[in-house]
Nanobody, 125 residues
Framework: QVQLVESGGGLVQAGGSLRVSCAASGRPSSSYAMGWFRQAPGKEREFVAGISRSGASTLYADSVKGRFTISRDNAKNTVYLQMNSLKPEDTAIYYC??????????????????WGQGTQVTVSS
């Protein structure tokens, strides 16, 4: 089992950048493909980005492609989401998740086994 703790959220102006982190404890994070999801008020949780166990393969939602970058440092058991050119519609709670099923990243909510508590990202216009 793995425990996930997100950090780095906050308030940023549109066009700005922010990096959120996800620290894993318990079983090494290299045992899991990892993903970032987000949930805005009144909306369903949606996939943002995923990364394979090794970090060699990534997957992005179309809405963030070219603006967000997911990466991981397995030595530090940490996954990152670098968010650039932020838009007000990126405002949401961002959740980190771990998938023990496959080495490659997946995009469906139900495919992830462990979740963090989330970190709020607010983008002002």
């Amino acid at each position: 089992q793995v425990q996930l703790v997100e950090s780095g959220g906050g308030l940023v102006q549109a066009g700005g950048s922010l990096r959120v982190s996800c620290a894993a404890s318990g079983r090494p994070s290299s045992s899991y493909a990892m993903g970032w999801f987000r949930q805005a008020p009144g909306k369903e949780r949606e996939f943002v980005a995923g990364i394979s166990r090794s970090g060699a393969s990534t997957l992005y939602a179309d809405s963030v492609k070219g603006r967000f970058t997911i990466s991981r440092d397995n030595a530090k058991n940490t996954v990152y989401l670098q968010m650039n050119s932020l838009k007000p519609e990126d405002t949401a709670i961002y959740y980190c998740a771990a998938d023990r099923g496959l080495a490659l990243p997946r995009s469906r909510y139900g495919e992830y086994d462990y979740w963090g508590q989330g970190t709020q990202v607010t983008v002002s216009s």
